[in-house]
């Protein structure tokens, strides 16, 4: 089987496959890879924390500052498109897709997301998302509390992880060929934020199924997800 397979013609209606993990376990590549083979939405929850914490860094907010922060959020427009192929985002009508991928959004968006009133804000937007694609087809949704917080009630929840040290190399290479030492401090960091945190901490949720994409390639894990699916949506 190839993740480049043609979607199906009448997709899945309703379905929610939750995707969790921490930065570089793969869940972006499984995540659209699992859409595209299953004509399924994919929202990327990361690149709507990232949006936020881009708005905020630009508006010269200490994002340090949690009262700060939490007396903004309301504030910016921010738009997920959820196409897995051209998945966009867009802030305040800016198409911020590079510049959240940059060092000082990456630096500073895990202090953004442990910001409760931050998080209430994208879920709201999140689920508005979900609802809508599940109206069509269904979704597949990746980030840190898919399926403990964003959507329990997911028939299919995956917990994706890696190695540091392979997610380092993953990371680095995906950035365009950063030192893979630094990649891997800056994401062993953001873990401990993302996992030490009070409101929806990343967790593997009740139900999740615990994938370690170590040994394997892209399309072996996403053979893995579209197996799991096939599984809930085969009659009883
Ligand atoms: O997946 P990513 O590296 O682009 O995510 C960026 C940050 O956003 C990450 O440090 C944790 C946070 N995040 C979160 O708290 N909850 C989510 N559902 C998704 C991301």
Redesign the pocket.
């Known amino acids: 089987m190839s993740s480049s397979a043609p979607a199906p013609a009448s997709p899945t209606r309703g379905l929610v496959v939750a995707i969790d993990g921490p930065?570089g376990s793969g869940?972006s590549s499984t995540s659209r890879g699992v859409a595209n083979r299953l004509g399924l939405r994919y929202l990327?929850?990361?690149?709507m924390?990232?949006a936020m914490t881009w708005w905020l860094l630009r508006a010269g907010i200490d994002v340090h500052d949690a009262d700060a922060v939490s007396a903004r959020v309301s504030e910016p427009g921010i738009e997920s498109g959820t196409d897995p192929l051209a998945p966009t985002i867009v802030v305040d009508g800016v198409d911020v897709g590079v510049a959240i991928r940059g060092d000082d959004v990456t630096g500073a968006?895990?202090r953004v997301?442990s910001v409760p009133q931050v998080r209430a804000r994208l879920l709201q937007l999140q689920r508005n998302l979900i609802a809508d694609a599940t109206t069509t087809g269904g979704i597949v949704v990746e980030?840190?509390?898919?399926g403990s917080v964003?959507a329990p009630d997911a028939p299919v929840k995956v917990y994706l992880t890696a190695d540091a040290a392979a997610r380092a190399v993953r990371r680095a290479a995906e950035e365009g060929g950063s030192d893979v030492a630094a990649t891997e401090a800056s994401l062993l960091a953001?873990d401990t934020?993302?996992s030490g945190r009070a409101t929806?901490p990343l967790v593997m949720a009740d139900g999740a199924v615990h994938i370690d994409t170590t040994p394997y390639t892209l399309d072996e894990v996403i053979d893995l997800v579209v197996a799991l699916v096939e599984a809930v949506e085969a009659p009883a």
Do not use: E, L
């Open positions: 930065s869940k990327d929850t990361g690149a924390f990232r968006v895990s997301s980030g840190r509390d898919i964003v953001r934020i993302d929806a």
